[in-house]
């Protein structure tokens, strides 16, 4: 790891006494080990504000003005860290990728409008990894101010029909009814949220259902309207003669055809996360995706008191997401004692024993003593109302996982667009 704090304080001191600063602003990360990275933009699972006391300690033997920044993503808690004299400024960067007019928002009391940052690190710090420009999963907007100006008033008010209310269904009802139209959701589900219901279910991961509070509260300001309990029919649309209709019916768990499944105990991650699988104390996560849910699901097993085997389809967990909330899971997989499996395709399985292969051999490898597997591999697109309404001459729009599964950035990318084009 990176140095520790006393090092740390004695340090600023010595350079406070030498009168070398202006300011000293206090970060948790460095670049000099994986660890340390970590806490250069940490992620979802470390707290709040955390470095608020590593600022306090510098603070306290100097006499400089002292800057924190670190997970510090709303008002409130700059107002509690500056209040509480931990710090003098607070930075805030994500915060302001996120939204952009937070200060704003701020300044005028309207507090409840800010979209606060989840440190999901996908768009932002994620893309900047990978050589594109920086956005926000849930403001696309952000790093596309010249394609995205504004959204411009429709000419001709029109009656639009969202359905399906994750994320992408979501962003497409908040922005077409920004634009003038008589927008309705509707959602299948008691409550909208879509995959993202789940997805905060996984350990460490509660932040990221703020995507849909922050989403609804938009949609709602905007005056979209918003019907849950209703699962939406070919002829429900017809019968509602909107002027156009955007899909965003998402998607389901792949489950491919296993050989020997019929001979042992297989679950998907959903029923996991449901609580609706009697998952046995011996367990094979395979995972197809290399993404959060593997990852997620063998901490959720492995916490339960579970033995979790994690056999992926790459060159390591997590190898598609962004490196510091990979890097910082892996430790902790690490320390349940989960055993990861790199390059391993999942081939068959029967009543104790998963059969793998190698993905660059072929070779195949057995997994003894497994008494569940876990499939993660992947969703499928949930195209029934596009089949069932094409002919129809009905306007419709694809958004996000019904149009291919992916992830939550490219369904509220695509909610945006689709709001725009309607
Ligand atoms: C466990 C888990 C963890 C994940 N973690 C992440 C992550 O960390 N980051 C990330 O970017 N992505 C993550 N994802 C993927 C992400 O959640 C999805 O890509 C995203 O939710 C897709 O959004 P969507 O709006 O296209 O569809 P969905 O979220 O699937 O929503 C579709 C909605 O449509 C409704 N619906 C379907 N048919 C009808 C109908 N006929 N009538 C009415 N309603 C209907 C469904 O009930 C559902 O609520 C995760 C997924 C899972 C399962
Ligand atoms: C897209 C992006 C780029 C960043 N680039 C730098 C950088 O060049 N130098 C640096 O010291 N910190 C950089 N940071 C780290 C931030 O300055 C900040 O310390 C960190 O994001 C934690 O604060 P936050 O929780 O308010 O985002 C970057 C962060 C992001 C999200
Ligand atoms: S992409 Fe995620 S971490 Fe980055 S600014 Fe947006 S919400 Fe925050």
């Not at 429900?236 to 499944?261: C, H, N, S, W, Y």
């Not at 046995?280 to 579970?306: F, M, P, Q």
């Not at 876990?374 to 596009?386: F, Q």
């Amino acid at each position: 790891m990176g140095m520790k704090l006393p090092d740390v304080v004695a340090i600023c001191a010595a350079l406070d006494a030498k009168n070398c600063f202006d300011y000293y602003n206090i970060i948790a990360g460095s670049s000099t080990t994986l660890g340390a990275a970590i806490h250069i933009v940490p992620p979802m699972a470390i707290k709040n504000g955390y470095v608020a006391p590593f600022a306090a300690a510098v603070r306290a033997k100097i006499t400089k003005p002292v800057l924190v920044a670190g997970r510090i993503n709303q008002p409130q808690i700059a107002e509690d860290v500056l209040a509480s004299g931990q710090a003098d400024i607070v930075g805030m960067t994500r915060a302001m990728i996120a939204d952009p007019k937070m200060p704003t928002k701020a300044r005028e009391g309207r507090a409840e409008d800010i979209r606060a940052c989840i440190a999901c690190n996908q768009a932002c710090i994620g893309h900047m990894h990978l050589g594109y420009p920086i956005s926000c999963i849930q403001h696309p907007e952000t790093g596309r101010e010249l394609r995205y100006p504004d959204k411009p008033k429709a000419e001709t008010p029109r009656k639009i029909m969202v359905v399906g209310g994750g994320p992408g269904g979501l962003k497409a009802a908040a922005v077409a009814a920004e634009r003038g139209h008589d927008v309705t959701l509707y959602e299948r589900g008691k409550q909208v949220g879509g995959q993202v219901l789940l997805a905060q279910l996984l350990p460490g991961r509660t932040e990221f259902g703020g995507l849909i509070t922050n989403l609804t509260h938009e949609a709602k300001r905007l005056d979209a309207k918003i019907v849950t309990n209703t699962d939406v029919t070919a002829d429900f649309i017809k019968a509602q003669k909107p002027d156009a209709v955007i899909l965003a019916t998402g998607a389901t768990p792949r489950m491919p055809e296993i050989l020997g499944a019929e001979d042992a105990h297989v679950v998907n991650t959903w029923q996991v996360l449901r609580g609706e699988a009697n998952v046995g104390g011996s367990v094979l996560v395979a995972d197809w995706r290399c993404d959060w849910i593997g990852l997620g699901i063998a901490e959720k097993l492995a916490r339960d008191g579970r033995r979790v085997r994690l056999a992926v389809n790459g060159y390591m967990a997590g190898q598609n997401i962004q490196a510091y909330v990979r890097d910082h899971w892996l430790g902790i997989l690490h320390g349940l004692g989960v055993q990861i499996i790199p390059m391993a395709r999942l081939a068959g399985v029967d009543a104790n024993t998963v059969y793998l292969e190698h993905v660059s051999t072929d070779a195949p490898f057995e997994v003894p003593e497994v008494e569940t597997l876990v499939t993660s591999l992947g969703h499928d697109s949930d195209h029934a109302l596009e089949d069932a309404l094409s002919g129809s001459g009905i306007e419709l729009h694809l958004v996000g996982d019904c149009a291919s599964p992916r992830t939550a950035e490219e369904a509220v990318l695509e909610g945006l667009q689709a709001g725009l084009k309607v």
